[in-house]
Every structure is written in structure tokens, then in C-alpha cells.
């Protein structure tokens, strides 16, 4: 029995790369940027990936609620014609749920198309489904009820789930990003499981209260170009520099990509390394983890050694990423920070999904 993948609110693909890297399939990827898409397909064409079965779709995800709906059916039907079991994953875009957005919730453009996926689970019914999140929708009141809205919606088509707020870091990612994940399976297709017990530590590298509570380094004064060793008793895998080694950020293709101010160096020369109180111009320590990834809203993020911003090689070896994966040339360096930051950190995405699959294995045998 194979794995079929069907992937809404794609981007340019880390949590497809995760479950690709685990040996899913994934056969439609559905996207509603034009640039993002080009991006997925331009990285999974210098990685050697094959392209989806169902090709890319560049639509509006509510098409499969009305006028597509009878050709997605098709797709799934096909699939489980072969013998393979279906599987929907994706993270709704978030601002509406986010802490530092606007808090719009459900009413809000964005907020609405986690009910849009929701929907198409339900009406579409995969065998499981994985629904990624910010962890707004999980710890901001208002929204909880929203999602506890959207659970109920989901036990009464047939699913049962489990859902736990996880961090990135947990899975080996250099970065601080909690975010919600739902998963859930078919009743109709599993009836003799009696619940879900589903073993979301199993591929867990750190415990992250332990993480946090370990003696960090904290701010420094910047000096340009300057050295600083290693601190001892802290995991060097887990810092920005090792990342930035790892990756040969200096000479990665998208190594040249970054914003040069035409003002505000001055204000980049203050920032001690480390310092990332302020919501923008925050300062990365090198020897530290990173902030959650995030270059929205005047995000501003600042090399722990240089002054200036970071590059989107830098930013990409933040979200865990293979060295491999490279962003188009031609994408505006607005749309390649924004897909960065937009992305589930990789080894977070690999964790989930070899846990899931691991998982599936079991209960069908």
C-alpha cells in the first residue's frame, strides 16, 4: 500500500520536501501564487525531484468546492484505485491568528481559508489529513474557538484526531517557532481503531523546556567582522553559525540575495548581537537559535557579525533546509523572503511526516 499526497497552500514546498524526504508521494500541489509555484517547481527541478502526478495547480482552493470538485474526486479515486491511501496536508496562511498580526480571526481573507480546508476535507473525506497552524489559533481565546469549531466539524464527517503545539526546535530546526498541527484519520477507513493514539514525540530530538533553560549566550557588542567562540554546554547544532556553516551560506546561489538600505546603517551598527527584544532589527547571535523566521511587517532581521541584513541563503539555512534547495533568480527578493518565512522549518516537517508514516504503517498491518 503506497501513500498518495494531495498538498493545499503549498508555497515553494518545505512541508512537501519533508514528506517527500519520508517517502510519501506527492501527487497535486495546489498554490494560489503565481511566483510560489514557480519557485516549488524551479527547487524540485535542481534537487532531481519528480514532478507531482497531478501536476501544479495555480488556483484559488475554493475551486475544489464548486467547479473542480468533481475532477479532485477523480484524482483521489484514481489513487485508490491503485491501492493507496490519501492524504491532505497544509497550513492555511496565517496572519489573521497570528500574535503580531492584525487579529482578524475567522473574519478575516486568510482566516476564512482554514475553514476552505476544513471544508474540502470534509467534502472531499482523505484517508488523513494534516492541518498545520500558527500558535495563535491554539492559545489566543477568540480563535481557540474558532478551531475547537473546526475539530467539531471534522469528528462529526467521520475523523478522529490529535493535535499538539509543537516547536521546531524539538526536531533539530535552529529557530524558536511553535505551530499548532492537527492530525486525523478516517473512521470509515480505520473502524476498528478504537482511538488515536498518535505518538507525536516519537522523532522528537530535544526536549525544549530543557533547551530553553540552558545557559545561552545573551547580547554582545557588535563588532563587524568579529570572532567569538563556541560557548560550552550548549548544542552547537542548534545555532545559527552552524547552520550558516552547514549550508556554505557564502557560497549557496541565493548567497547574493539581500536587501541594502538606502537608509538606517546607523541604526544596524547599535544592535548588540543577540538583541532580538524589538520587533524589527533584531540581531541574531551566532551561538544562539534563532527567532521564529519571519520577514513581514517590517521584520527586519540582522547578521550577527555583519551590518546587514540577512541573505535568503542565510534565512533558508534557518528553516533547516537541505543546501540543496534554491530559489529561482528571477523571484523578486520580496517573494523569496516572504516564502521563506512562510515555510515549515524542514526537519520539523521530515519529523511529522516519517511519525505519521511510521504511524500509518502500523495500524494498517
Same mark, same amino acid.
Given at each position: ?46 534537487? +532531481? ?7 501544479? &495547480? ?13 475532477? *479532485?474526486? +477523480? ?10 491511501? @490519501?492524504?491532505? @496536508? =497544509? ?16 473574519? +478575516?481573507?486568510? $482566516? ?39 475539530? #467539531?466539524? !471534522? ?37 476498528? !481503531? ?19 533553560? !540552558? ?19 550548549? %548544542?552547537?547544532?542548534?545555532?545559527? &553559525? ?10 549557496? %546561489? ?9 537608509? =538606517? *546603517?546607523?541604526?544596524? #551598527? ?20 534563532? %527567532? ?48 521563506? +518565512?512562510? $515555510? ?22
Amino acid at each position: 500500500m503506497g501513500y498518495s499526497i494531495f498538498s493545499f497552500f503549498s508555497g515553494s514546498g518545505f512541508l512537501d520536501l519533508g514528506f517527500e524526504m519520508s517517502g510519501f508521494s506527492i501527487d497535486l500541489v495546489n498554490e494560489y501564487s503565481r511566483a510560489f509555484i514557480r519557485a516549488y517547481r524551479y527547487s524540485r527541478q535542481r534537487m +532531481g525531484l519528480a514532478e507531482p502526478k497531478y501536476g501544479y &495547480q495555480n488556483i484559488d482552493v475554493n475551486e475544489y468546492l464548486t467547479f473542480r470538485a468533481d475532477e *479532485l474526486r +477523480g484524482y483521489i479515486k484514481a489513487e485508490r484505485d491503485a491501492g493507496n491511501l @490519501i492524504g491532505f @496536508i =497544509g497550513g492555511p496562511p496565517c496572519p489573521d491568528f497570528s500574535v503580531a498580526g492584525k487579529q482578524r480571526g475567522r473574519e +478575516g481573507d486568510n $482566516g476564512r481559508l482554514s475553514l476552505s480546508y476544513i471544508r474540502l476535507i470534509i467534502d472531499q473525506h482523505p484517508d488523513f489529513f494534516l492541518f498545520e497552524n500558527v500558535k495563535g489559533l491554539w492559545k489566543t481565546a477568540k480563535h481557540r474557538a474558532f478551531y475547537e469549531e473546526l475539530k #467539531l466539524m !471534522l469528528a462529526d464527517a467521520g475523523y478522529r484526531m490529535s493535535n499538539r503545539l509543537t516547536n521546531s526546535i524539538e526536531f533539530g530546526a535552529p529557530q524558536d517557532r511553535d505551530r499548532i498541527l492537527l492530525f486525523g484519520i478516517s473512521r470509515e477507513r480505520f473502524p476498528n !481503531l478504537p482511538m488515536l493514539n498518535f505518538p507525536w514525540k516519537r522523532h522528537v530530538i530535544y526536549d525544549w523546556k530543557s533547551i530553553r533553560n !540552558l545557559h545561552w549566550p545573551q547580547t554582545d557588542n557588535f563588532s563587524e567582522d568579529g570572532e567569538r567562540e563556541c560557548p560550552a554546554n550548549i %548544542p552547537q547544532e542548534l545555532t545559527v &553559525q552552524y547552520w550558516f556553516d552547514k549550508n556554505d551560506v557564502t557560497h549557496h %546561489p541565493n548567497a547574493g540575495d539581500c536587501f541594502v538600505p538606502r537608509q =538606517g *546603517l546607523k541604526k544596524m #551598527l547599535v544592535v548588540e548581537e543577540g538583541d532580538v527584544s524589538k520587533k524589527s532589527h533584531k540581531r541574531l547571535h551566532r551561538w544562539r537559535y534563532s %527567532p521564529t523566521v519571519a520577514y513581514g511587517n517590517n521584520e527586519v532581521h540582522l547578521h550577527p557579525y555583519h551590518a546587514r541584513r540577512l541573505t535568503v541563503a542565510e534565512a533558508l539555512s534557518l528553516q533547516s533546509l537541505p543546501k540543496e534547495f534554491v530559489l529561482p533568480p528571477d523571484m523578486s527578493l520580496t517573494d523569496k523572503f516572504k516564502t521563506t +518565512g512562510n $515555510g515549515v522549518p524542514f526537519l520539523m516537517a521530515k519529523g511529522i511526516a516519517t511519525t505519521i508514516r511510521e504511524y500509518l504503517n502500523e495500524i494498517t498491518e
